[in-house]
Nanobody, 119 residues
């Protein structure tokens, strides 16, 4: 099994910054996508940013220019630097990791970390 653990959420004022980190561990043979999703109260979970092993990134339009995703392939970690935060960024942020073990594919989620943007 592959475990995914996030860290770095918290309370920040509008305009502030936070950095989220995520580490995947277990019987990982190859990691494909690593990404961040978020879910605000009463809303569906949505993609925030995604990064492939070769470095290609995808961002939600709402975070382009403010958030930056990066990963360390050797350590199976991914980070999300969030700048110029807005109240509408408030949500539970989930890390996702997809790849394969020696025997099967996996698509694993972390437990989520709360990000609250409020004055």
């Amino acid at each position: 099994q592959v475990q995914v653990v996030e860290s770095g959420g918290g309370l920040v004022q509008p305009g502030g910054s936070l950095r989220l980190s995520c580490a995947a561990s277990g019987s990982i043979f190859s990691m494909y996508n690593m990404g961040w999703y978020r879910q605000a109260p009463g809303k569906q979970r949505e993609l925030v940013a995604d990064i492939l092993s070769g470095g290609m990134t995808t961002y939600a339009d709402s975070v382009k220019g403010r958030f930056t995703i990066s990963r360390d392939n050797a350590k199976n970690t991914v980070s999300l630097q969030m700048n110029s935060l807005k109240p509408e960024d408030t949500a539970v942020y989930y890390c996702n990791a997809a790849g394969r073990t020696m025997t099967t594919t996996f698509n694993s989620w972390g437990q989520g970390t709360q990000v609250t943007v409020s004055s």
